[in-house]
C-alpha cells in the first residue's frame, strides 16, 4: 500500500505535549494550572477519538514529563545543562520548587497510553522543553539534552518538534546523528519564522491569530515532492488548531471554514496538510473544543472517501519519501 502513496495527500497531525515544562515562564501565577490538569482527561480522550477516526499523530513529548515523580527524573538528568541569559527558559529553574508528584509536570500513565495506542507516533519535544533559538545555550548542551531525552523515552525517536518552533539548522545533523529522521519546520511565510520568545501582545501575534479564521497567508500545504532534507527531514506545519475562546465564539465557524478549505484542497490536490497544537490547549472549554476537533476529523474522514486523502503521522511521511527516494 505505502508504494502509492506517493501521489497520496495526507492529513498530518502533530502535538506537542509537554504539561507545565512548556510554560513555566508565562505561568508563573499558576493561572494556567487548570488547563494542566485537565491534560490528564484531555490526552485519554483524544486518544478515543482518534482511534474512532483511525487518525495517525505524533506526539512530540518533552522527556522530562515521562516519569511519575521528581525522584525518578534525577536519574536522567542531562550532564550539561541549558545556560540561558535569561534564566527564565529553564525547566531546571523550577525543579526546586515542584512537588514529588505533581500532575502538572509528570505523566508516565499518559505515556504509556499513547505508546499503546494504534498509530501513534510517540516522538520528541525534547528532554527539556530546550529553546533552540534563545541565547547562551550552546550546541553541547543541545546534545547533551537530546540524549537525555532518548534516555528516558525508552525506544527510538524518529521525529522532533522544536519547542516554540524554534529551528536551528545548526542543530538538525545532531538531531540525525540521535537518529532523529524528521522536526516539523514553519509555515513558509515571514509571520512564522523561527525566533526568539517574545511574551504579550504584539503585532504578529494579533496577525498570526486573524489568520486562523481568516486565509491571510496561504494554505501552506506542500507535495511530498516539495518536502525539503537538511540532515533530516522539514515535514513543516501548516496551520496550528487554536482553541475555542468564548468572546471570539461568534468566529467558531470561520476556523472550522478556514481549515476545511485547506484540508480539502490538500486531498483535491494530492499534498500535505499539517495540523498542530498542544494538548494543554484543550484543558478548557473542553467540550467545545472536542466538538470542534470531531468536525475537523470528520471532514477529514469525507475527502478520504473522495479523494483517498491519508492520516499520517511524522513518521508516515518519511517512510513515504524513503520509498520514493
Ligand atoms: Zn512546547
Redesign the pocket.
Known amino acids: 500500500m505505502l508504494n502509492n502513496m506517493d501521489k497520496k495527500g495526507g492529513f498530518v497531525i502533530s502535538l ?1 505535549f ?1 504539561l507545565g515544562w ?1 510554560v513555566q515562564d508565562t505561568n508563573r501565577d499558576g493561572s494556567y494550572d487548570g488547563n494542566l490538569h485537565a491534560v490528564h482527561t484531555v490526552v485519554p480522550r483524544l486518544l478515543e477519538l482518534f482511534s474512532k477516526y483511525a487518525i495517525h499523530v505524533t506526539w512530540a513529548t518533552v522527556g522530562m514529563l515521562c516519569v511519575t515523580s521528581k525522584t525518578d527524573l534525577i536519574q536522567y538528568l542531562p550532564c550539561e545543562k541549558p545556560t540561558y541569559s535569561n534564566t527564565v527558559f529553564s525547566s531546571y529553574e523550577i525543579m526546586p520548587s515542584i512537588q514529588d508528584k505533581d500532575p502538572r509536570y509528570f505523566a508516565a500513565s499518559l505515556v504509556e497510553l499513547i505508546k499503546n495506542t494504534a498509530n501513534q507516533e510517540f516522538a520528541t ?1 525534547t528532554f527539556s ?1 530546550y529553546y533552540c533559538v534563545e541565547d547562551g545555550q550552546t550546541k553541547e548542551q543541545f546534545i547533551s539534552d537530546l540524549k537525555s531525552a532518548k534516555k528516558i523515552a525508552q525506544q527510538p525517536l524518529k521525529s522532533i518538534v522544536f ?2 518552533n524554534q529551528v536551528n539548522k545548526d542543530y538538525l545533523s545532531i538531531c540525525q546523528k540521535e537518529g532523529i529522521r524528521a522536526y516539523r519546520g514553519n509555515p513558509k511565510h515571514p509571520l512564522f519564522k523561527s525566533e526568539q520568545f517574545l511574551d504579550g501582545w504584539h503585532f504578529k501575534r494579533i496577525y498570526k491569530i486573524a489568520d486562523s479564521y481568516l486565509n491571510l497567508t496561504g494554505h501552506h500545504t506542500f507535495s511530498l515532492q516539495q518536502i525539503e532534507k537538511n540532515h533530516i527531514w522539514n515535514i513543516q506545519a501548516s496551520a496550528f488548531l487554536r482553541p475555542y475562546y468564548s468572546r471570539l465564539k461568534i468566529l467558531e465557524n470561520l476556523k472550522l471554514k478556514r481549515i476545511v478549505k485547506s484540508l480539502q484542497y490538500a486531498a483535491k490536490n494530492g499534498e500535505i496538510y499539517h495540523l498542530w497544537w498542544h494538548p494543554h490547549n484543550m484543558g478548557k472549554n473542553i467540550d467545545e473544543n472536542f466538538e470542534f476537533l470531531e468536525k475537523v476529523l470528520v471532514e477529514f474522514t469525507k475527502n478520504k472517501e473522495k479523494y483517498n486523502f491519508q492520516s499520517y503521522s511524522m513518521s508516515d511521511v518519511v517512510k513515504n519519501l524513503e520509498i520514493n527516494n
Do not use: S
Open positions: 506537542d509537554e512548556g519535544h522543553h519547542p516554540r
